[in-house]
């Protein structure tokens, strides 16, 4: 076996020594800033039991739970209707009529460059929506826009000569794109669209600045209401590994569909005879080359 490879050298004792020493370093360094983030935590008093007595009551646990469900329930509601806009954009980008394409690319470009936040308030004091319906139109808005070049970028991204066999078959373009186009576009689409989706589980957070009862806003609402010595420290804590744990299980979900879509597709084997010989004639015998 050699020591080099087609990209790099396979490093040696001296290196793999150096690459230890470095991951052992770093691993101090991560430890040293966690041990003193605990160290200010505790010289602060925010594990007294004072300031995490407020979770033991059934109110607080309702608010908490409440406000998680407004949250998903926004998500699901911004993510089907921004996976819906993201398709209607998409189309209209790669339409062959000219005003249709344009009038498609400068809604996507305006909405894609609009700050989330402004579109909210605009259309909850502005237009005096509810604060869910804002916050989900503003949501679906901007990651609509943002969903339709991931469409369009995964569909141009598929080979050129399958459209155009297709093209040479008869097929019209909705066809090409129906049966063709798009369903070899979704393996390199999907990761990509559920990442997105997780950049709106986390813009839902802004929902809180309208009023709207989600997550954040219960936390907000126990942090600054409740005479506890103002735990917002606790409330933190509580909630921040919820969001956590909710963006890394669609970040972990996207991972794995790239992880099987990459996968080839799996045939069953077919069980097949031995070759024997062939179909005797009506002799009985079978045939023979002459000899010499």
């Not at 297709?166 to 019209?172: D, E, I, K, P, Q």
């Not at 929902?207 to 219960?218: D, N, R, S, V, W």
């Not at 597709?265 to 010499?292: D, F, H, I, Q, R």
Request: proline letters at 6%; aromatic letters at 10%.
């Amino acid at each position: 076996m050699t020591g080099t490879t087609a990209l790099y050298d396979v490093p040696g004792p001296g290196t793999r020594r150096r690459h230890a020493l470095y991951a052992v370093l770093s691993t101090a360094v991560l430890l040293g800033l966690v041990a003193w983030v605990l160290y200010l935590l505790f010289a602060t008093d925010q594990f007294t039991y004072t300031k995490w007595m407020p979770f033991e009551y059934k109110g607080i646990q309702e608010l908490l739970l409440r406000g998680l469900g407004n949250t998903l329930k926004a998500f699901a509601m911004a993510a089907v209707l921004s996976l819906a806009l993201g398709g209607v954009l998409a189309v209209g980008r790669l339409s062959d009529h000219r005003p249709v394409r344009w009038l498609a690319t400068l809604v996507v470009e305006f909405f894609r460059a609009m700050p989330v936040l402004v579109m909210i308030f605009f259309i909850f004091v502005a237009l005096k929506v509810q604060a869910l319906p804002a916050l989900v139109a503003g949501l679906t808005l901007y990651n609509g826009s943002v969903l339709a070049e991931v469409f369009r970028s995964g569909v141009n991204a598929v080979e050129r000569g399958q459209r155009e066999a297709a093209f040479a078959l008869g097929m019209r373009k909705t066809q090409v794109m129906t049966y063709v186009l798009v369903p070899q576009a979704v393996r390199a689409m999907l990761p990509a669209i559920i990442s997105q989706l997780v950049v709106a589980l986390k813009d839902t957070s802004l929902g809180f600045l309208i009023t709207y009862e989600e997550f954040l806003h219960a936390g907000k609402l126990i942090a600054s209401n409740l005479d506890y010595d103002l735990p917002f420290i606790p409330v933190v804590m509580v909630i921040s590994p919820i969001y956590i744990g909710m963006c890394m299980l669609l970040s972990w979900f996207a991972g794995w569909v790239a992880r099987r879509e990459q996968r080839s597709p799996k045939t069953e084997a077919v069980a097949v005879a031995e070759a024997g010989p062939g179909t005797l004639l009506p002799g009985g015998e079978p045939p023979t080359a002459p000899k010499p």
